[in-house]
C-alpha cells in the first residue's frame, strides 16, 4: 500500500514514518525514497506547493530553479495566471532537468 503524505508534512516526518519497521527500512533504502528524504531535508523541511505560495511570497523571488519539466511548466502556468500587482516583477524561471538517483 502506497504510503502518501501531504505537502508540508517535514522530510524528518515521513523519513521516520517510512523507517519504522526494519523491513520498511530495508524496503525503502533499496528503492530510494529514504535518500531523497534525506537530501530533500538537506535543502527545505518540507515538501512545499508552489501553487499554493501567496502573491506576497512571489515577488520575494527573483529565481525560480525547476528540476523537472513538468514543475518548470507547472511554475510558468501559475505565474502566468496570478494577477499581477505593482509590486511583481520580472521572475527568472530555469529548468534543470535533472534525474534523481539515490
Same mark, same amino acid.
Given at each position: 500500500? !502506497?504510503?502518501?503524505?501531504?505537502?508540508?508534512?517535514?522530510?524528518?516526518?515521513?523519513?521516520?514514518?517510512? @523507517? @519504522? #519497521?526494519?523491513? $520498511?527500512? /530495508?524496503?525503502? &533504502?533499496?528503492?530510494?525514497?529514504?535518500?531523497?528524504?534525506?537530501?530533500? /531535508?538537506?535543502?527545505?523541511?518540507? !515538501?512545499?506547493?508552489?501553487? %499554493?505560495?501567496?502573491?506576497? /511570497? +512571489?515577488?520575494?523571488?527573483?529565481? +525560480? &530553479? /525547476?528540476?523537472?519539466?513538468? =514543475?518548470?511548466? @507547472? +511554475? +510558468?502556468? %501559475?505565474?502566468?495566471?496570478?494577477? !499581477? #500587482?505593482?509590486?511583481?516583477? @520580472? &521572475?527568472?524561471? =530555469?529548468?534543470?532537468?535533472?534525474? $534523481?538517483? !539515490?
Amino acid at each position: 500500500e !502506497p504510503r502518501v503524505f501531504k505537502f508540508g508534512t517535514r522530510y524528518e516526518e515521513m523519513y521516520n514514518s517510512l @523507517a @519504522a #519497521t526494519d523491513d $520498511d527500512e /530495508a524496503f525503502f &533504502i533499496q528503492n530510494g525514497v529514504l535518500g531523497l528524504c534525506r537530501r530533500g /531535508a538537506a535543502v527545505k523541511g518540507f !515538501p512545499q506547493r508552489w501553487q %499554493d505560495t501567496s502573491n506576497t /511570497a +512571489v515577488t520575494e523571488h527573483d529565481v +525560480v &530553479i /525547476a528540476f523537472e519539466e513538468r =514543475i518548470f511548466d @507547472a +511554475v +510558468v502556468e %501559475d505565474l502566468q495566471m496570478r494577477n !499581477p #500587482t505593482e509590486d511583481f516583477d @520580472a &521572475i527568472h524561471v =530555469i529548468c534543470l532537468d535533472t534525474k $534523481d538517483n !539515490p
